[in-house]
């Protein structure tokens, strides 16, 4: 054994699965399969005994899924990266397997080329993504993030969409004209705009304003 050679479990429920990735790393010098296991409790188990540098689990699994087993395995040795593997590309599996430690997140229509790349990444700590997987997180990052204003809020900027001035608000709502300028600070802030005039165009554009 290289010193670049890397020790690596394969964990899926799914005898065929299992015996395919092993077929398709096999012949690959730099990697050594050390344990396979079915499911993620096993998982854990193999982690402790043969203390592989990354781990490829699959996300569904019985008796433990593929997060919570992450969680387990970086708790109990983690030096071990954890690469998942699965047919499952939705935000919410993303994010969960993110948040509990995993280094990287394929789909079985990887490639070797790809899946073997992605294991020597993983193994230096680098965060692996497979494209269609980045291309959502990324999508989602460029998404405008959700505004919410509080009915005072809402109150106020109807003043100034009413074409009222500071005072004229307070007095509609029975609040200082100083509260006015507090609220309407928020309001710029989240908003991100600097203007009342922006204020009321974007508050209607992203629906947080209606006005008959």
Do not use: C, W
Request: charged share 25%; net charge negative; glycine share 6%.
């Amino acid at each position: 054994m290289t010193e670049a050679t890397l020790r690596i479990i394969l964990v899926d429920d799914h005898t065929v699965m299992r015996a395919g990735l092993v077929a398709l790393l096999a012949s690959e010098p730099t990697i050594d399969i050390v344990g396979e296991a079915g499911n993620g409790r096993a998982a854990i188990e193999l982690v402790e005994r043969v203390e592989p540098d990354v781990a490829l689990l699959d996300l569904r699994m019985p008796l433990l899924d593929g997060v919570a087993a992450t969680a387990e395995i970086l708790a109990v040795r983690p030096r071990t990266r954890v690469l998942i593997l699965t047919t499952y590309d939705t935000d919410a599996d993303i994010e969960r397997a993110v948040e509990a430690g995993a280094t990287g997140y394929l789909l079985k229509d990887a490639t070797r080329d790809q899946l073997v790349d992605a294991i020597h990444s993983a193994s230096r700590g680098e965060t692996v993504l497979a494209p269609r997987v980045a291309q959502r997180l990324v999508a989602r990052m460029r998404q405008p993030t959700p505004v919410t204003l509080t009915s005072r809020e809402i109150d106020v900027l109807n003043g100034v969409a009413d074409g009222l001035n500071n005072a004229d608000i307070g007095r509609r709502l029975f609040i200082a004209e100083a509260t006015v300028k507090t609220h309407l600070l928020r309001i710029f802030a989240k908003l991100d705009v600097s203007d009342r005039t922006h204020a009321v165009v974007l508050a209607l554009e992203r629906g947080l304003l209606t006005r008959p």
